[in-house]
């Protein structure tokens, strides 16, 4: 069973920037489709970011320009860097895969909970000041 574990979550200031990692075991980065999803207090986890195996990405409205997934293969690590923080950042981010379902692809980006199988168990963001 492929495990996903998160890490580099901390408490910053509006404006500033952190950023986030994932390292699997059991799947590979560049072989699943994953991506970052984001709950904020009180509120149900929603999808942020995206990565395929082919580099693309797709985000949700409310990071798109601040926020940049990406992954580095050699180390099995995906990474989503986050710039310009906003206190309605603040939450639990997970980073979650399903494996492609379309040949290699993972057809258009997804941000629903469903299509995704595996699961970390989250990093808590804080923007506060």
């Known amino acids: 069973q492929a495990q996903l574990r998160e890490s580099g979550g901390g408490s910053v200031r509006p404006g500033e920037s952190l950023r986030l990692s994932c390292v699997p075991s059991g799947l590979g980065v560049s072989v699943y489709c994953m991506a970052w999803f984001r709950q904020a207090p009180g509120k149900e986890r929603l999808g942020i970011a995206t990565?395929?195996?082919?580099?693309?990405?797709g985000y949700a409205d409310s990071v798109t320009g601040r926020f940049v997934a990406s992954r580095v293969d050699d180390d099995n690590t995906l990474y989503l860097r986050m710039s310009s923080l906003k206190p309605e950042d603040t939450g639990i981010y997970f980073c979650?895969?399903?494996?492609?379902?379309?040949?290699?692809?993972?057809?258009?980006?997804?941000?629903?909970?469903?299509?995704?199988?595996?699961w970390g168990q989250g990093t808590e963001v804080t923007v506060s000041s």
């Open positions: 979650a895969a399903h494996y492609p379902r379309f040949g290699s692809s993972c057809g258009p980006p997804s941000f629903v909970e469903r299509d995704y199988d595996y």
């Open positions: 990565l395929a195996p082919d580099g693309r990405t």
